[in-house]
């Protein structure tokens, strides 16, 4: 199994950057794909970015695109989403996801691609 953590929310003013970090312990050689995914009150869970460990290919929503990006460290015990030119739709609780089982590069911007998932942490943009 792998555990993973979420750090680096917080409130911030529209335009300015945020770092979040996600922490993975347990089977991590295991992880195939990390995701991060947003949930914004009354709204579905939706992709935000991933990161494939084959090739270090990444991928993005369109809304981030340009503005995000998610790296991980050499390890993959890491894996971080720095955002920048924060707006205030990007407002949500933020999850981090690791994918064991690899899923399909079709299917790695659906939440179901994912087996494990941290607690969340909360980004709040104000205009």
């Known amino acids: 199994q792998v555990q993973l953590v979420e750090s680096g929310g917080g409130l911030v003013q529209a335009g300015d950057s945020l770092r979040l970090s996600c922490a993975a312990s347990g089977r991590t050689f295991s992880i195939h794909t990390m995701g991060w995914f947003r949930q914004a009150p009354g709204n579905e869970r939706e992709f935000v970015a991933t990161?494939?460990?084959?090739?270090?290919?990444?991928y993005y929503a369109d809304s981030v695109k340009g503005r995000f990006t998610v790296c991980r460290d050499k390890d993959w015990n890491t894996v971080f989403l720095q955002m920048n030119s924060l707006k205030p739709e990007d407002t949500a609780v933020y999850y981090c996801?690791?994918?064991?089982?690899?899923?399909?590069?079709?299917?790695?911007?659906?939440?179901?691609?994912?087996?494990?998932w941290g607690q969340g942490t909360q980004v709040t943009v104000s205009s």
């Open positions: 990161i494939r460990r084959s090739g270090g290919h990444t």
């Open positions: 996801a690791a994918d064991v089982s690899r899923s399909m590069l079709s299917e790695i911007r659906k939440p179901s691609a994912y087996e494990s």
